[in-house]
């Protein structure tokens, strides 16, 4: 079953999986939620001052920090146990006019010569 997990999904399949599970998640919570309102949250209960944007029950919203922090835990998880080591697919005519360019490195998404705080 991993290996199926692991393997490149067609776009048919794997985007109409992405779209829905927010409708699907608004759907069966049926409430609003969001990465940046968990940070509303997050102040609120470490904040505890007078500004008036900060004054409510944030524990009754407490769900969803708990769905942020899944967010971070899925990521961490899905980096560590189902990420595939293979070198990326490139064309030998994309590979040369890149080379002429001053890439080399194929080995990741974000090519160093480009995407590096030298750059």
Request: net charge neutral; glycine share 6%; proline share 5%.
């Amino acid at each position: 079953m991993i290996e199926i997990i692991k393997q490149p999904w067609p776009w048919y399949i794997s985007g109409p999986i992405i779209g829905l599970m927010v409708p699907l998640s608004l759907f069966i919570a049926n409430k609003t939620f969001g990465l940046s309102s968990s940070l509303r949250h997050i102040c609120a209960a470490c904040l505890p001052g007078n500004i008036e944007f900060f004054k409510y029950n944030w524990r009754k919203e407490v769900w969803n920090l708990f769905f942020v922090l899944g967010v971070l835990l899925g990521g961490v998880l899905t980096n560590k146990y189902l990420t595939v080591d293979t070198q990326i697919k490139i064309t030998e005519s994309t590979r040369v006019e890149l080379n002429a360019l001053g890439i080399s490195d194929f080995s990741q998404y974000m090519p160093v010569e480009i995407f590096s705080w030298d750059n």
